[in-house]
């Protein structure tokens, strides 16, 4: 039997531990979207991770979503992430950019030059978006012309080679939550009749397209994908993600991709998760969905087969040193949710470890 504490072999590496950090946005980044000593310090802590996934990552300035997020597209970030990344490998650490382009889940406020959100389609999501100026509605992004949709896949494949530069190891495209990756696959946010939009072979195409432009550039062993199927989050509608999921892993399957993370948004798709599972012939990442708090207790999911590797998001959080924690079955540190975005060091990096 397997468990969550011995090695895996991950992007031509050997993993200690079968533990990830999980991508989340903690809106610390400083002026023009650089990493500071404070994320550096942030992801060090973690290093006791088999897999660091950083917060999105922004491959370009209209693919910003939030305030405080950090990019890959000026040499600047480049050389903050440097710092980050030498940090890491210094405590003995493996670390995967996430690069994530918002799409219409931002708002003209947090961009420059008068840029507006771009999208698959002219469609608006409901809802609300936190500003530097507050809560602001959801505004109708301006739909992507077909050379600007190839544009906007150059940008993914500069971003990634920036993130080589930058000193990561590897790179996870962001393809759930409702962003631009994700609003390409789902029906409800593209409405494109053109060779990216309709059926399913075209709606999958954009997701396809970057994943090989990023492997293409970096490796394929270097590159992996995030989907979560049927998540409604950031309003997005997938009636039926099952025949979609299915034909996006075969078309990526036989790149020889670092891994398939798969986030779940319920404990009812679980069923769909195995079936990918089946599917893909890589590692496949799991952040699971479980009916209580995401522990120690997740990792028979380890050692049943159902994954390689498990992301923990908010106990990782508040646990820098969680792979100890997970062994020994706790105490564990409770995270506070009032600091999960932007801020100090309060909430980032004064969590202790045991």
Do not use: C
Not at 10 to 25: C, D, E, H, S, Y
């Amino acid at each position: 039997m397997t468990t969550a504490f011995e090695p895996v072999r991950v992007a031509g590496a050997t993993l200690p531990n079968r533990i990830a950090l999980a991508p989340m946005t903690r809106s610390r980044a400083g002026e023009g979207g650089v990493a500071t000593e404070l994320v550096a310090e942030y992801y060090t802590q973690r290093a006791s991770a088999g897999l660091i996934i950083t917060e999105g990552i922004q491959p370009s300035v209209v693919g910003q979503g939030y305030p405080f997020t950090p990019g890959l597209h000026s040499a600047e970030q480049v050389a903050a992430w440097r710092e980050v990344t030498d940090s890491v490998h210094a405590a003995g650490g493996r670390i995967f950019a996430q690069l994530m382009h918002s799409g219409r889940i931002g708002h003209p406020t947090l961009l420059p030059d008068g840029l507006v959100p771009v999208a698959p389609s002219a469609v608006a999501p409901q809802g609300q978006l936190f500003t530097g100026d507050g809560m602001k509605d959801f505004v109708t992004p301006r739909e992507l012309t077909g050379a600007e949709v190839r544009a906007t896949v150059a940008d993914y494949a500069e971003a990634a080679r920036n993130a080589v530069e930058a000193g990561f190891d590897g790179v996870e495209l962001h393809g759930a939550n409702g962003y631009l990756i994700h609003q390409f696959l789902a029906p409800g946010s593209n409405r494109r009749t053109d060779e990216w939009g309709g059926p399913v072979e075209n709606r999958i195409r954009f997701a396809v397209e970057v994943v090989k432009a990023v492997a293409a550039a970096i490796g394929a062993e270097r590159t992996a994908l995030r989907i979560s199927p049927g998540n409604p989050y950031n309003d997005i509608s997938e009636p039926d993600p099952q025949p979609v999921y299915e034909a996006l892993v075969k078309e990526i399957d036989g790149l020889g991709l670092a891994y398939l993370h798969v986030l779940e948004h319920g404990p009812e798709i679980r069923e769909a998760t195995l079936a990918l599972r089946k599917q893909f012939t890589g590692p496949l990442v799991l952040n699971p969905a479980t009916e209580g708090p995401t522990d120690h207790r997740a990792l028979t999911l380890i050692e049943d087969g159902t994954a390689d590797l498990l992301a923990f998001g908010a106990l990782f959080l508040a646990n820098p040193d969680l792979p100890v924690r997970l062994r020994t079955e706790g105490p564990y540190n409770t995270p506070d949710p009032t600091t999960f975005f932007g801020g100090d060091a309060r909430g980032y990096t004064d969590y202790p470890a045991l």
